[in-house]
Each structure stands twice: as structure tokens, then as C-alpha cells.
């Protein structure tokens, strides 16, 4: 069964601060990785999806890496503003469409 | 274009009543699916739909049924709610193929 985990749980930074936010899963045979961003209330927004061949995806400001044999993943947020204020949440793909979620990091970036 | 809405937005309802969670999509995508949100335990898949006619279980489906008998609906039913089914719901759905899961708004469910 994927267990994934997210590191750290929570994260308050000043604004235009670069930050990274981690993300580990057990099971390695995964189809691809997405992340996503929720706002408080709110549903999930898609930020990245990575496949499981790629190992980088960029958007913008967001930078998502994926070392699959080592069951790692990382979100690079460059220039964070008050905006990029969210919980952030990864979730690889075990089996087609089978999202495992993580337990999120709880950004905050102060003006 | 409105993606992914679902009703209703939140309901408190007595233990042991049937409740039904609607969600419907129109950007015509095949797939489908239930989750639920808890503090601690995060989002947890309930039930799938690869494609209008078919369903599958997830990790968390009992007490919980789903049909889906067009591309566009995809109903939760609670058959009889206890307490523990307390949570948010969110629907979400992808096209085949593409991967990228799209989530409607939720809905908070209290059961008492």
C-alpha cells in the first residue's frame, strides 16, 4: 500500500523567500506524480503533473522534481508571494488514475 | 465554462437517514471519482468510474455506493449515514490518457 509523507507539515516564510517542499513515497511503480494547491474551504487546483519518465516540470514560478527509484519528490516555489499562501499536497499514481495524497504542507508567506 | 459542481455545498443530516452527494462535469471527461477529506487522514479515494456504465471500489468504499449512468453525473450515496462519515467530499474528475485530476468545491457533511 503507498504511503506518502510530506515534509515539513508546515512552513511560514517571509515573502520573496525560494522554498522547497518534500515529498517521499513508499511505492516506486508509479505512472506519474501530481501536485496540487488548496485554499482553505476550497477544492484542489492542479499545479504539476510529472510522468514517471520525465524528471522535472516547471510552471512558472513552480519547479516540481521526481527521482522515482528513490521515492522522492520536490516542489521549488521561487520569489513565494503572500498569494502562494496554501496547503500544498502531492500524490503519485499507483495504478492508473489511483491518487495516494499526502498530508500536505500548510504554506504561509508573510508580506 | 463551470468544470466540476456538486451539491450540496454542505448538509447536517441525522444519523441513519439516506443522503445522495450529486457531482456533475461538463468537460466530458470519462473518468470520475469520490474522495473524502479528514483532519489527520487527508483525502482518501471512496469510489471510481473509468467511463459512464462502470465503477470500481477504493480505499475507503464501505457505506458508500455510486452509479454512473451518463459521462457527465456521478452520485455518492450514503445507503444509512453513521458519525464517522463526517467529513468533506470532493468530487473530481480526468480524461483518460491525461491524467490531470480536476476537483469541484466539496461538500461538508455533518451527521449527528
Known amino acids: 500500500k503507498q504511503e506518502v509523507t510530506q515534509i515539513p507539515a508546515a512552513l511560514s516564510v517571509p515573502e520573496g523567500e525560494n522554498l522547497v517542499l518534500n515529498c517521499s513515497f513508499t511505492?516506486?511503480?508509479?505512472?506519474?506524480l501530481q501536485w496540487f494547491r488548496q485554499d482553505p474551504g476550497k477544492g484542489l487546483t492542479s499545479l504539476l503533473l510529472?510522468?514517471?519518465?520525465?524528471r522535472e516540470q516547471t510552471s512558472g514560478r513552480l519547479n516540481a522534481s521526481l527521482d522515482k527509484s528513490s521515492g522522492r519528490s520536490t516542489l521549488y516555489i521561487a520569489a513565494s508571494q503572500p498569494g502562494d499562501s496554501a496547503t500544498y499536497l502531492c500524490?503519485?499514481?499507483?495504478?492508473?488514475?489511483?491518487?495516494?495524497f499526502g498530508g500536505g504542507t500548510r504554506l504561509m508567506v508573510k508580506p | 465554462i463551470a468544470g466540476i459542481t456538486q451539491a450540496p455545498t454542505s448538509q447536517i443530516l441525522a444519523a441513519g437517514r439516506r443522503m445522495t452527494l450529486r457531482c456533475t462535469q461538463d468537460?466530458?471527461?470519462?473518468?470520475m471519482y469520490w474522495y473524502r477529506q479528514d483532519l489527520g487522514l487527508g483525502l482518501r479515494l471512496i469510489h471510481y468510474?473509468?467511463?459512464?456504465?462502470?465503477?470500481g471500489k477504493g480505499e475507503v468504499p464501505d457505506g458508500y455506493s455510486v452509479s454512473r449512468a451518463n459521462t457527465d453525473d456521478f452520485p455518492l450515496t450514503l445507503a444509512s449515514a453513521v458519525p464517522s462519515q463526517t467529513s468533506v467530499y470532493f468530487c473530481?474528475?480526468?480524461?483518460?490518457?491525461?491524467?490531470?485530476?480536476?476537483f469541484g468545491p466539496g461538500t461538508r457533511l455533518l451527521v449527528l
Open positions: 473530481a474528475s480526468s480524461q483518460r490518457g491525461q491524467e490531470t485530476q480536476y
Open positions: 511505492d516506486s511503480a508509479i505512472y506519474n
Open positions: 510529472i510522468q514517471s519518465s520525465q
Open positions: 500524490a503519485p499514481d499507483n495504478a492508473g488514475n489511483m491518487l495516494t
Open positions: 468537460m466530458r471527461h470519462n473518468a
Open positions: 468510474s473509468n467511463t459512464a456504465g462502470t465503477t
